[in-house]
């Protein structure tokens, strides 16, 4: 498995940006496809970006289209979720996640984990 460990969360204004960043290391990077997720306070775990192994494909989650851009780059293994227009309503703990598998919105297909990052958006 690959470790992780997450950077870049922070209180924010709403309207406001912030960039979380995801290094990885323990096993080639280069080969997963990676996730972002979060976790909001009584509330199940939600996908909000994907992004491929080469960093042709990305994916994001209705809430966060337009405004987030999900990135990688192989060679510093590391993968990067850039939150612009923040609200309140992305307020939550992130992760980042690898997988083999392709189905790169289903949590259940990540096997490997980051410790995750508290963002919070105030009003």
């Known amino acids: 498995q690959v470790q992780l460990v997450e950077s870049g969360g922070g209180l924010v204004q709403a309207g406001g940006s912030l960039r979380l960043s995801c290094a990885a290391s323990g096993h080639t990077f280069s080969i997963y496809n990676m996730g972002w997720f979060r976790q909001a306070p009584g509330k199940e775990r939600e996908f909000v970006a994907g992004i491929g192994r080469s960093g042709g494909s990305t994916y994001y989650a209705d809430s966060v289209k337009g405004r987030f851009t999900i990135s990688r780059d192989n060679a510093k293994n590391t993968v990067s979720l850039q939150m612009n227009s923040l609200k309140p309503a992305d307020t939550a703990v992130y992760y980042c996640?690898?997988?083999?598998?392709?189905?790169?919105?289903?949590?259940?297909?990540?096997?490997?984990w980051g410790q995750g990052t508290q963002v919070t958006v105030s009003s």
């Open positions: 996640a690898a997988t083999l598998m392709s189905s790169i919105c289903n949590a259940q297909v990540y096997d490997s």
